[in-house]
């Protein structure tokens, strides 16, 4: 099977012909039809992430159809349509993962590859209103995203949330699950083609955040502060999302984009008793809420563009580039 191999950091990915993989006992082979790439994949290349075991098939986002199955697997399953768990072995406590924890793509192949051998509990039903590419779309963000906004963000109806650098994969995840929970929304955005995409999606409020005193200006078109804040760029940007927020707020931070802050208004946060949470990915149920809220409310991810396999290192250069809107699918 062909696959996208990273051997070196800091190098392009290369399409290398692999073994086909076999169903393991109590579980599948699915035919990958399209993948999705994260963050993630991107600082693995650029040798920004922990633990690093190459040479690795990249990617923790995949759909397809179940190709074989092995001992003690109903044969039922052959043919159908799943979407696959990003990670695994988050361990016994839903309030933060334990040391086995382990997302899809490097230690182990990743998705970006024609074939992946996993057990059946690693995959779900995918959606039926779903395509292939939204199915790769919606996995590892959208956990990200869930978690980010229900679990630890605990959105109430009716409640103004802020999601940052709504470009982002993650980002347009939060907003598509925070509209279907009744949220009001603001977003920010360094482009206003960006902010406009968002108020289609059903944001209401937007701003540049790379204007100044951008807050002061959001809070005045919203009438009100946000409440809730869902953030994975993290940086100097922090003292305005602390600023922004409502007095008990809560502050959700997915991750660091822009790494630490130089100074962060520690002041402004205890004073405004403010609750700054981290969050990463979620445990098996929050996955397989995400996909039923999905399949309920017949929701959709943000898809930017799509790119065939061989392309995979002109996907990354978008990514790394951070154009795009939303999720950039790769077809298999
Ligand atoms: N903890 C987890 O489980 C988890 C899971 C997934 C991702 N992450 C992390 O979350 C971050 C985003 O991941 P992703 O996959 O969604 O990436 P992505 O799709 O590449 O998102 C990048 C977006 O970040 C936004 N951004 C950049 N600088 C910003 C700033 N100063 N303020 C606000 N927004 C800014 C941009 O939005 P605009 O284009 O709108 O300006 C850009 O489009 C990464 O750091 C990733 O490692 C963490």
């Not at 406590?93 to 997302?103: C, M, P, S, W």
């Amino acid at each position: 099977m062909r696959a996208a191999v990273l051997h070196r950091t800091n190098e392009s990915l290369s399409i290398d012909e692999l073994p086909e993989p076999l169903a393991p006992e109590g579980g599948v082979v699915v035919r990958l039809r399209a993948a999705a790439l994260n963050h993630r994949d991107s600082w693995i290349r650029r040798d920004q992430y922990g633990r690093l075991r190459l040479p690795c098939v990249l990617g923790s986002d995949g759909a397809g159809e179940i190709c074989a199955v092995g001992a003690g697997v109903d044969g039922t399953w052959m043919g159908r349509r799943v979407i696959i768990h990003p990670s695994h072995t988050w361990g016994s406590d839903a309030r933060a993962q334990g040391k086995e924890f382990l997302i899809l793509g490097m230690p182990e192949q990743g998705t970006l590859a024609e074939n992946i051998a996993l057990p059946l509990s690693r995959v779900e039903p995918l959606p039926e209103h779903l395509s292939f590419r939204e199915g790769a779309a919606l996995a590892l963000a959208g956990l990200t995203a869930y978690r980010a906004v229900v679990s630890r963000g605990e959105l109430r109806a009716g409640e103004h949330v802020l999601i940052s650098g709504i470009g982002g994969g993650v980002a347009t995840l939060a907003l598509v699950i925070a509209r279907a929970l009744g949220a009001i929304i603001s977003v920010t955005s360094s482009s206003a083609e960006k902010l406009a995409a968002a108020k289609s999606l059903g944001a209401s409020f937007g701003a540049n955040y790379t204007t100044p005193n951008w807050e002061k200006e959001l809070v005045a078109q919203a009438g009100r502060a946000p409440t809730l804040i869902i953030d994975g760029a993290g940086g100097d940007g922090l003292n305005a999302l602390i600023s922004c927020a409502a007095p008990g707020g809560r502050i959700v931070l997915y991750g660091a984009t822009r790494g630490v802050p130089r100074a962060a208004d520690l002041h402004r946060l205890f004073f405004k008793q403010l609750d700054l949470r981290g969050t990463t990915m979620g445990t098996g149920d929050e996955f397989r809420s995400l996909v039923a809220l999905f399949a309920r409310e017949q929701l959709r991810p943000v898809i930017d563009q799509a790119f065939p396999l061989e392309r995979i290192n002109d996907a990354m250069a978008l990514m790394e580039a951070s154009t795009q809107m939303g999720k950039i699918v790769i077809d298999l």
